[in-house]
């Protein structure tokens, strides 16, 4: 135990006792499937892994009936189980006081960001206004994914994200740029 504190490491019982722990917990909350039954079972009946549980119950302060019912959240078993440690693992950060120089480069960073994201936007919004309405050829390319363009502005590319076809509809469907088109009847590309 000496070596664990010193190294800073949980012991083996710790450890799997509040893997096995975090796992009754998660399996508890997880509605899908019977876990909890099958957990109860193990305890009534007093199997090797079921009696652990009860010890583990026991040592962490847990009612059984209480545990069911409501089980507690992720974050709250990690706390629970982290109080109960004989050793305190990891190590602990310091936290650092921003300076005025690293508060000015967040935010300008920040505004960098912005910037970029509204000029994407700007971009994408150009994009899918030049390319609605009109027909769309595909470019050939050597390893067979080619671009897109437009046939009467061939300096206008762009990148298919996804294809598919309406069965019941008939009509083909690309993605471009998070924007599903439909090939009308006229053969034109028109936004949904």
């Not at 960001?113 to 000029?119: A, G, N, V």
């Not at 971009?123 to 046939?151: C, F, H, M, T, Y």
């Amino acid at each position: 135990m000496e070596l664990c504190r010193r190294l800073g490491v949980l012991d083996v019982e710790t450890a799997l006792r509040e893997k096995r722990m975090a796992w009754v917990a998660h399996a508890t909350r997880d509605r899908t499937e019977n876990s909890a039954l099958w957990i109860r079972n193990e305890m009534r009946i007093k199997s090797t892994w079921g009696r652990l549980v009860l010890q583990d119950f026991a040592h962490y302060g847990l009612v059984e009936e209480e545990f069911f019912a409501a089980p507690p959240d992720a974050n709250t078993m990690k706390e629970l189980m982290r109080k109960k440690r004989t050793v305190q693992t990891g190590r602990q950060r310091k936290t650092k006081q921003a300076t005025e120089n690293m508060t000015k480069r967040s935010e300008e960073q920040r505004a960098r960001i912005q910037q970029q994201r509204r000029d994407n936007e700007q971009a994408r919004a150009s994009l899918l206004q030049k390319i609605n309405g009109r027909r769309w050829g595909r470019v050939p390319s050597a390893n067979g994914e080619g671009s897109w363009q437009l046939e009467s502005d061939p300096e206008v590319r762009f990148t298919v994200t996804g294809e598919d076809f309406c069965e019941n509809t008939g009509r083909e469907i690309k993605d471009v740029a998070g924007q599903a088109f439909y090939r009308n009847q006229e053969g034109l590309w028109v936004a949904e």
